[in-house]
T-cell receptor, first 113, second 111 residues
Framework: DGGITQSPKYLFRKEGQNVTLSCEQN?????MYWYRQDPGQGLRLIYY???????QKGDIAEGYSVSREKKESFPLTVTSAQKNPTAFYLC????????????FGSGTRLTVV | RKEVEQDPGPFNVPEGATVAFNCTYS??????FFWYRQDCRKEPKLLMS???SGNEDGRFTAQLNRASQYISLLIRDSKLSDSATYLC????????????FGPGTRLSVLP
């Protein structure tokens, strides 16, 4: 079955450490997105990519980096510059700029220890 | 003014009740509209798209009023399993960050 796979499901980061969250899709979707969700809050866009080798900053890109070397993959790196990284991270993809909706991965819960 | 606003909630209703959620959006260029459901600590899942003529899927009815920039979701005969947060989502074409999410309205259906 086609879908989006995020890994790991849970991730613990030490202060000053960079970590990378994986997002892989086999839906043949062109566009991919990374969102952050804090407890009791809505989704905020970190980065998005509409095509391979191209990506754009969203509303809260500071302290994060991405790459899009393959259509299927859109990894997110949470750098040490992100001062408050504890959150639920969601990856999504769409085939038509979202005209028929986004498909989400099951998320990665990142905690700073 | 936020781009997408929803009823603040939470809504606590008994089983079998009818409950309605409201959503307003500020960008008149918005092109497509959705309701997503998000269970606690899970990813959002598409509940239904919202069309100008209104649409129904079982116990769920969605309405769109473009003139008032208003979207609604009606749930009839609420079930315990309907307990979740309901997200109103607006898609704006030609913007890189196409989807704009509302903050969500939490529903608890009580036995």
């Amino acid at each position: 079955d086609g879908g989006i796979t995020q890994s790991p499901k849970y991730l613990f980061r030490k202060e000053g450490q960079n970590v990378t969250l994986s997002c892989e899709q086999n839906l043949n979707h062109d566009a991919m997105y990374w969102y952050r969700q804090d407890p009791g809050q809505g989704l905020r866009l970190i980065y998005y990519s509409q095509i391979v080798n191209d990506f754009q900053k969203g509303d809260i890109a500071e302290g994060y980096s991405v790459s899009r070397e393959k259509k299927e993959s859109f990894p997110l790196t949470v750098t040490s510059a992100q001062k408050n990284p504890t959150a639920f991270y969601l990856c999504a993809s769409s085939i038509d700029q979202g005209a028929t909706g986004y498909t989400f991965g099951s998320g990665t819960r990142l905690t700073v220890v | 003014r936020k781009e997408v606003e929803q009823d603040p909630g939470p809504f606590n209703v008994p089983e079998g009740a009818t409950v309605a959620f409201n959503c307003t959006y500020s960008n008149s260029a918005s092109q497509s509209f959705f309701w997503y459901r998000q269970d606690c600590r899970k990813e959002p899942k598409l509940l239904m798209s919202v069309y100008s003529s209104g649409n129904e899927d079982g116990r769920f009815t969605a309405q769109l009023n473009r003139a008032s920039q208003y979207i609604s979701l009606l749930i009839r005969d609420s079930k315990l399993s309907d307990s979740a947060t309901y997200l109103c989502v607006v898609n704006i074409y030609n913007y890189g960050q196409n989807f704009v999410f509302g903050p969500g309205t939490r529903l608890s259906v009580l036995p």
